[in-house]
């Protein structure tokens, strides 16, 4: 009987234990759910980038990069960037446009580059609660670039 009733008061034990560890769990995942929006990506970042883009008569090339950009917080962006690559260079060109920020971290960048005739479309990632930015161009197809920042700001 002893053994019996031991037996009953583990299992209730487990059980209360694994129904508490589940509720928590349930917990920090809403939380992780709801850690980022557009506040997130707010201030100043250094962004250094590194791909391939259409070189001189459109034959692809790798390139590099330093961009800084500022985030309001709100959607809205601007930035400098200065490239480098085999056919040529350039330097301090003005960007803006827009992003968005899901609620796990993920979001989009629409880019307009002074002297470019079309938007470059990207895909961020925000880290470090808004610390570190990556990005990578989805579009257009012939640009494949990756960038990574720093809020410095």
Not at 31 to 41: D, F
Request: net charge negative; charged share 15%.
């Amino acid at each position: 009987m002893e053994r019996l009733t031991l037996l009953g008061v583990t299992l209730l034990t487990v059980g209360l234990t694994t129904s508490a560890l589940a509720a928590a769990d349930q917990e920090n995942v809403m939380a992780a759910a709801v850690r980022c929006n557009e506040g997130t990506l707010k201030g100043i970042y250094a962004v250094t980038l590194s791909g391939v883009r259409p070189g001189t008569g459109g034959a692809p090339e790798q390139f590099v990069g330093l961009s800084m950009q500022t985030y309001d917080g709100q959607g809205s962006f601007t930035q400098t960037d200065s490239t480098h690559g085999p056919s040529n260079a350039a330097a301090d060109l003005p960007g803006w446009g827009t992003y968005t920020v899901n609620p796990d971290c993920s979001g989009t960048k629409t880019l307009w580059v002074q002297g470019l005739p079309f938007p470059i479309e990207n895909r961020i990632a925000v880290l470090d609660k808004g610390d570190e930015i990556r990005i990578v161009v989805m579009s257009p197809p012939p640009i494949v670039v990756t960038a990574q920042g720093r809020r410095i700001f």
